[in-house]
Nanobody
Framework: EVQLVESGGGLVQPGGALRLSCAAS????????MNWFRQAPEKERELVAG????????SYAESVKGRFTISRDNAKNTVSLQMNSLKPEDAAVYYC?????????WGQGTQVTVSS
C-alpha cells in the first residue's frame, strides 16, 4: 500500500519557522520526484517546491524562494520542507506529492497556520 504521511504542521507566528516532513512507503521512493504543494481556502492547489529523484535539482515557487528549502533522504524514504520567515500568506494545507513516470501519489496534508 502506497503511503505518504506528512507531519510537522502547526501554528507559528509571522517570521517563524516550521519543518514539514513526509514519510513514504509502498513504492520505490528513489525513482520518484517529490514535491510539496499547498492549498489555501478558496484557492487552487499550487506547487511550492520540488526535488528530483536523485535530489540533485530543486525548484521553488517565486513566492517562497530564499525562504523554503526542500530536501530528501532516499535512504530513509523521506522528504522535508524547511520553511523560514513564514508569512500569513503561507498559511495553507501542505501536501506531499510523489511524481513518477506513470503514477502520482498524494499525502493527506498537514495544516500550517501563520498568525500572531
Amino acid at each position: 500500500e502506497v503511503q505518504l504521511v506528512e507531519s510537522g504542521g502547526g501554528l507559528v507566528q509571522p517570521g517563524g519557522a516550521l519543518r514539514l516532513s513526509c514519510a513514504a512507503s509502498g513504492f520505490t521512493f528513489s525513482s520518484y520526484a517529490m514535491n510539496w504543494f499547498r492549498q489555501a481556502p478558496e484557492k487552487e492547489r499550487e506547487l511550492v517546491a520540488g526535488i528530483t529523484a536523485a535530489g540533485g535539482i530543486t525548484s521553488y515557487a517565486e513566492s517562497v524562494k530564499g525562504r523554503f528549502t526542500i530536501s530528501r533522504d532516499n535512504a530513509k524514504n523521506t522528504v522535508s520542507l524547511q520553511m523560514n520567515s513564514l508569512k500569513p500568506e503561507d498559511a495553507a494545507v501542505y501536501y506531499c506529492n510523489a511524481q513518477g513516470n506513470r503514477f502520482r501519489y498524494w499525502g493527506q496534508g498537514t495544516q500550517v497556520t501563520v498568525s500572531s
